[in-house]
């Protein structure tokens, strides 16, 4: 069993574990202080039928007694208030108190969801994350972003919340489809551009063991790539100044996610934020045309599109105006300088993120 310890205020704030024995998961509990809690497991409905059972038993070793379970509906369009309320609902007719401690196992959805409903029932009870898709060991069950989706826009109601506990174990990846494996991989390969070249190279030199799903291979990439995010949010953990780092290919990606009504995974859609985030680097002078290309042609491998088709350029542009990172009107668009440097700038123009967007539009560049 591997540890990496996520800080705050230069005090040990929680655990990441990784390991592929659930009794890691029970001292884990444990040693966080939760043992003999009262746990519920939140999770959806796509992963209940496949580990809710297991892991259950595991928590009841320790905690004393069987948790209960409560599935959400799988999907991206469940990720509202609507289905917070139903959460808070059970939640109170379960007679849940602030010992309760919410355990979040499923992927970003479940883990956002869980931490919002952790973060604001009884104003506040403890929550772990035990993530089961990539995007979420590699991304969204580290930091604290907790939320749902609001009127399609993506995570505008949201609290920070720390987990008490995330426990990674990729035998998990096993059961990901393809498809749901490229989307958490995007989310990877943006931590190498933002702050590790090496990191970003050694992920196209392995790329073969990646798709492979080499545990050994997967475990190493898990914990170099939640290093870079645990050394961001520890600087920064309320994104104020570094933090806005972690949103690079997110600003674009998140407008085409909402624009497709979110029938696009939500690594697709960043790794074509990236991909359009690193033509604005190019051209402005930041990358050359080598490196921009070179940046854009590795999502191909990894299974990841660089061009979408079917987009409305204009309300794309549009959608990028409401984002959460607008400040006092101003965008705060993330740029790279080069290969592992990216630098937050608000100076980017509607007319720029048009002529990115244009640069990832199948129709247009192909006619």
Same mark, same amino acid.
């Given at each position: 069993?591997?540890?990496?310890?996520? =800080?705050?205020?230069?005090?040990?704030?929680?655990?990441?574990?990784?390991?592929?024995?659930?009794?890691?998961?029970?001292?884990?509990?444990?040693?966080?202080?939760?043992?003999?809690?009262?746990?519920?497991?939140?999770?959806?409905?796509?992963?209940?039928?496949?580990?809710?059972?297991?892991?259950?038993?595991?928590?009841?070793?320790?905690?004393?007694?069987?948790?209960?379970?409560?599935?959400?509906?799988?999907?991206?369009?469940?990720?509202?208030?609507?289905?917070?309320?139903?959460?808070?609902?059970?939640?109170?007719?379960?007679?849940?108190?602030?010992?309760?401690?919410?355990?979040?196992?499923? *992927?970003?959805?479940?883990?956002?969801?869980?931490?919002?409903?952790?973060?604001?029932?009884?104003?506040?009870?403890?929550?772990?994350?035990?993530?089961?898709?990539?995007?979420? /060991?590699?991304?969204?069950?580290? *930091?604290?972003?907790?939320?749902?989706?609001?009127?399609?826009?993506?995570?505008?109601?949201?609290?920070?919340?720390?987990?008490?506990?995330?426990?990674?174990?990729?035998?998990?990846?096993?059961?990901?489809?393809?498809?749901?494996?490229?989307?958490?991989?995007?989310?990877?390969?943006?931590? *190498?551009?933002?702050?590790?070249?090496?990191?970003?190279?050694?992920?196209?030199?392995? /790329?073969? #063991?990646? #798709?492979?799903?080499?545990?050994?291979?997967?475990?190493?990439?898990?914990?170099?790539?939640?290093?870079?995010?645990?050394?961001?949010?520890?600087?920064?953990?309320?994104?104020?100044?570094?933090?806005?780092?972690?949103?690079?290919?997110?600003?674009?990606? =998140?407008?085409?996610?909402?624009?497709?009504?979110?029938?696009?995974?939500?690594?697709?859609?960043?790794?074509?934020?990236?991909?359009?985030?690193?033509?604005?680097?190019?051209?402005? *002078?930041?990358?050359?045309?080598?490196?921009?290309?070179?940046?854009?042609?590795?999502?191909?491998?990894?299974?990841?599109?660089?061009?979408?088709?079917?987009?409305?350029?204009?309300?794309?542009?549009?959608?990028?105006?409401?984002?959460?990172?607008?400040?006092?009107?101003?965008?705060?668009?993330?740029?790279?300088?080069?290969?592992?440097?990216?630098?937050?700038?608000?100076?980017?123009?509607?007319?720029?993120?048009?002529?990115?967007? =244009?640069?990832?539009?199948?129709?247009?560049?192909?006619?």
């Amino acid at each position: 069993m591997k540890t990496l310890t996520v =800080h705050r205020d230069n005090r040990p704030c929680y655990d990441i574990l990784y390991s592929t024995s659930l009794s890691d998961l029970s001292s884990g509990i444990q040693n966080a202080g939760l043992g003999e809690h009262r746990f519920v497991i939140v999770t959806d409905t796509n992963v209940a039928p496949l580990y809710a059972e297991e892991i259950a038993k595991t928590i009841a070793a320790v905690s004393g007694s069987m948790p209960l379970v409560y599935a959400i509906p799988a999907g991206e369009e469940n990720k509202n208030l609507d289905q917070i309320r139903a959460l808070y609902a059970f939640l109170i007719e379960q007679k849940c108190d602030r010992k309760t401690v919410l355990a979040a196992l499923g *992927g970003g959805v479940v883990g956002d969801m869980t931490g919002f409903a952790a973060a604001t029932f009884l104003r506040g009870i403890d929550f772990i994350q035990i993530p089961t898709t990539l995007l979420a /060991q590699a991304d969204s069950s580290i *930091g604290g972003k907790t939320g749902v989706d609001f009127d399609g826009y993506k995570n505008m109601v949201g609290a920070f919340k720390m987990p008490r506990l995330v426990f990674s174990d990729v035998r998990f990846l096993k059961s990901l489809s393809g498809l749901q494996f490229a989307s958490g991989f995007a989310e990877i390969m943006k931590h *190498g551009l933002i702050k590790d070249r090496d990191y970003y190279l050694w992920l196209i030199e392995h /790329q073969y #063991e990646i #798709e492979d799903r080499d545990e050994e291979v997967l475990s190493e990439m898990l914990y170099r790539s939640n290093e870079i995010k645990r050394d961001v949010v520890e600087k920064d953990p309320f994104e104020k100044h570094d933090r806005m780092l972690l949103n690079f290919g997110h600003t674009i990606g =998140h407008a085409i996610e909402k624009y497709k009504n979110f029938t696009m995974t939500h690594g697709e859609c960043v790794a074509l934020g990236c991909v359009a985030a690193s033509y604005l680097s190019y051209r402005r *002078g930041y990358l050359d045309k080598e490196t921009y290309y070179e940046i854009r042609d590795m999502f191909v491998p990894f299974n990841l599109p660089i061009s979408v088709d079917n987009i409305d350029e204009d309300e794309i542009v549009n959608i990028t105006k409401s984002d959460k990172k607008v400040a006092d009107g101003l965008l705060r668009f993330i740029l790279l300088r080069d290969l592992g440097d990216a630098f937050v700038d608000t100076t980017v123009t509607p007319e720029e993120i048009k002529a990115a967007v =244009h640069e990832i539009h199948y129709e247009e560049t192909n006619e």
